[in-house]
C-alpha cells in the first residue's frame, strides 16, 4: 500500500516535472532581478501553506501562524536577492525563514537569528558543495525519496525532532526509551540521508 | 580568537536537533560557538537543514483563511521596491584578537575575555554564568594543572574549549574542540599545565558531582 505522499514523490521521481511548476530557483531569480510577482505568488501558493502547517505543527496558535507565514514569505519577497543556490535549494531556504522566524517570535531566542546570520556570513559565496548546474528539483526529489523511506522509527523522531521542536531528552521520554537510543535513531537517519544525498547526486 | 582546526565535533544526532530548532538554548549556544570556529560542522548543518527543506515540502498543505491571499499582495504593494534590508555586517564584532570572544557569544559574555567578572567557584576555578531562559550557560576558567573531580551528569553537558586545553577519558580537547556528554557519560577532566583553560559549558540540566561538597558548587547554580 502506497501512502499519498509516496505516490507523489514517486510521480515527481517518473515525470521530471516541468521548469515552470517546479524550478523554485528560477522563479526566487524572476523575484530577485525583476521583482516578479507573478513567480512570487507561484511561489507564495506553493510554499505558505506548507510553512503554515510547519507553524501549526509547532503549537502556534492561528492566527499568530497566519502572521508568521505572512512575514516568512514577505522575506522571500525582500531577500530574493540573498537566495544563493549554491549554497541551499529553496526549499531548505525557506525552511530555515520560517525556523529562525519561529525561534525568534515565538522561543524568544533573539541570538540565535544573529548567530545564523554570522554562520552563513563566514563562508562567504558558494563554497562549491552543491556545484553550480545541479538542479535543484532534481536533489529535492532525492532527498523527498529518501525521507519516505526511512524505517518508521527513524522517520518518527526526525518529524518529533522537526516539526515539534523536541528535544532529544523529551523524545526519549514520551518514547519511553533512553536518551542513548534516541541518538542513535537520529544519527542512522542523518548518516542514511546524508548518503543518498551525496551518492545519486 | 584565533584560527582553530577542531578534531572533536558535533555528533550527527545533536546536528539533526540543531537544524531542527529543538536543542535546548544552553546546548544549541555551545553548538553554535564550535560551529563558528569549524567549517566541517557549518557544512553538516546545512545538511541538516536539507532534510528540513524536504520535510517542509512534503507537509500536508494548511489551508489559508480567507483573505490571507489579498493579504500577502497587499503587503508586497507596500514594499514595492522589493530592497532587501542591509544585513549588519560582523567584521567590526568578528574583529580578531587574542581576548576577542567568539561572536556568537558576544550577547552572552561581551566581546572580550579581558575584564570579565570572574566569580570563585572552587579551588582553582573562576565562573561566570549567563542569564538565558534554558538551561545553564557558564564560561569556565580553570588554573593550569588542576583537576575537575570525577562526576556525571543529569541531562546534557556541552563544552567547547576557548583557550588553554585539557584531557579527559575522552581524550584531549583544544581550543575550538566540542565535548557532548550524557547523563551515562563520567569524567575527570585534568588541565593541561601550561596556561588556564577557558572554556563555554551548557548544560541542558544540574551538575552532579563526587567529593566536591556542595557548597563549593554552589555558585553554578545561583543566578
Ligand atoms: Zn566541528
Known amino acids: ?201 | 580568537m584565533q584560527a582553530v582546526n577542531p578534531r572533536h565535533h558535533l555528533g550527527e544526532a545533536t546536528l539533526l536537533s540543531y537544524a531542527a530548532g529543538a536543542l535546548p538554548a544552553a546546548l544549541a549556544i555551545v553548538a553554535t560557538t564550535h560551529s563558528s570556529m569549524c567549517m566541517a560542522c557549518r557544512r553538516q548543518l546545512r545538511m541538516a537543514e536539507r532534510i528540513g527543506g524536504g520535510l517542509i515540502a512534503l507537509q500536508h498543505e494548511a489551508a489559508p483563511p480567507a483573505g490571507a491571499r489579498e493579504a500577502m499582495l497587499a503587503r508586497l504593494d507596500a514594499c514595492a521596491s522589493s530592497a532587501a534590508p542591509a544585513l549588519g555586517s560582523f567584521e567590526d564584532a568578528a574583529a580578531v584578537g587574542p581576548d576577542t570572544l567568539p561572536v556568537p557569544l558576544h550577547p552572552y559574555f561581551g566581546r572580550s575575555l579581558a575584564g570579565l567578572p570572574w566569580r570563585w567557584m572552587a579551588a582553582g576555578m573562576q565562573g561566570i554564568r549567563a542569564g538565558i531562559g534554558e538551561g545553564t550557560l557558564l564560561m569556565l576558567r580553570v588554573a593550569p594543572g588542576e583537576g575537575i573531580p570525577m562526576h556525571g551528569h543529569h541531562g546534557s553537558e556541552f563544552t567547547c574549549v576557548l583557550q588553554g586545553a585539557y584531557d579527559d577519558e575522552f581524550g584531549r580537547f583544544s581550543a575550538g574542540d566540542l565535548a557532548e556528554l550524557g547523563t551515562d557519560d563520567r569524567h575527570r577532566p585534568v588541565m593541561a599545565s601550561d596556561m588556564p583553560c577557558i572554556c563555554i559549558v551548557g548544560l541542558d540540566g544540574d551538575l552532579h558531582c563526587e567529593g566536591c561538597s556542595p557548597q563549593a558548587l554552589q555558585p553554578l547554580f545561583v543566578a
Open chain 1, 1 to 201: 500500500m502506497i501512502t499519498g505522499k509516496s505516490t507523489e514523490v514517486a510521480e515527481a521521481l517518473q515525470n521530471p516535472p516541468s521548469a515552470a511548476m517546479h524550478d523554485w530557483t528560477a522563479q526566487l531569480e524572476a523575484v530577485a532581478c525583476r521583482h516578479d510577482r507573478d513567480s512570487f505568488m507561484r511561489i507564495y501558493d506553493h510554499f505558505a501553506p506548507r510553512v503554515r502547517r510547519y507553524l501549526l505543527g509547532l503549537g502556534v496558535g492561528g492566527a499568530l501562524a497566519e502572521e508568521l507565514t505572512q512575514e516568512a514569505l514577505l522575506r522571500v519577497w525582500q531577500r530574493a536577492q540573498q537566495y544563493d543556490p549554491g549554497r541551499s535549494n529553496p526549499e531548505t531556504w525557506i525552511f530555515r525563514i520560517a525556523r529562525n522566524l519561529h525561534l525568534d517570535r515565538v522561543r524568544r531566542e533573539p541570538a540565535w537569528r544573529m548567530a545564523q546570520e554570522y554562520l552563513d556570513d563566514l563562508d562567504g559565496a558558494v563554497d562549491g558543495q552543491w556545484p553550480p548546474g545541479t538542479e535543484s528539483y532534481a536533489e529535492e526529489a532525492i532527498i523527498h525519496q529518501a525521507i519516505q523511506q526511512l524505517p518508521g522509527i527513524q522517520a518518527r523522531v526526525i518529524r518529533m525532532s522537526y516539526f515539534e521542536a523536541k528535544s532529544q531528552q523529551a523524545i526519549a521520554s514520551e518514547l519511553g526509551v533512553s536518551l542513548g537510543t534516541v541518538k542513535s535513531h537520529l544519527r542512522h537517519a542523518f548518516l542514511k540521508l546524508q548518503a543518498e544525498l551525496t551518492c545519486k547526486r
